[in-house]
């Protein structure tokens, strides 16, 4: 195993925190999985050493560069579950993933979410339907998640996973664990640090968004260069 011990049982501890407590957490290397903690909600029964099915989220999420959010059948592991799989380029581990297995009744939370052609912002004491062609941006904040516009800013309730399941996801993309870009409001893409970018916008303002190096493979992937 190349992941050091103390760097998986740091990152273990790390997503509890922030998990409910009925996620299952597996942790992959390579072509197999090195660590798995079962929820009491969802257990796919994977042991360390497993290898990684093919067509699963994880294997999805490793060959896409990105993060892979979706629905799974029974037919891979048993049970039908929701996963969230992402690849650890952050840490500096390529060939490795981390993959939240959540059941489906608490998954089907956020897909109940209704879809609309426009997002519900506050400023102020009101409450206003946006359209989503008007929104250049989504950022969190402090635990708040913001709508920016061409002029304003307004305050929405939902997360940014929340919303990356609410909108059309061939016009926004989740370029930053902070930050969702509406595709056409990109005026350019300029090179960073790393192998990541920076995203000049279609905006009075100019303003400029990252793409982190944990999304960068997958922005590429989804804008085609």
Known sequence: ???????????VKAISRILPWDVSIAISEHDRFV??????TVDLKIKPGD??????VTMQALHSGGPISMYMEEDLYGVPYFAISTPLHELGLEKSCLTAVIPPFLANEIVKLPRHKFLIGKSEEKWIPIPLEEIAYIDSENGRTR??????????????????????RNQYIRCHRAYIVNVDKIAEILPDFHSTFLLSLKTKR????????RYASHFRRLMGF
Not at 206 to 213: A, D, G, L
């Open 1 to 11: 195993m190349d992941i050091p011990f103390e760097n998986l049982s740091g990152i």
């Open 147 to 168: 709508i920016f516009t061409e002029d304003d800013q307004y305050i929405n309730k939902h997360t940014l996973f929340e919303l990356e399941w609410l909108l059309p």
């Open 51 to 56: 290898l990684i099915k093919e067509g699963s």
């Open 35 to 40: 660590y798995y903690q079962p929820s009491s």
């Open 206 to 213: 100019k303003t400029q968004i990252p793409v982190s190096q």
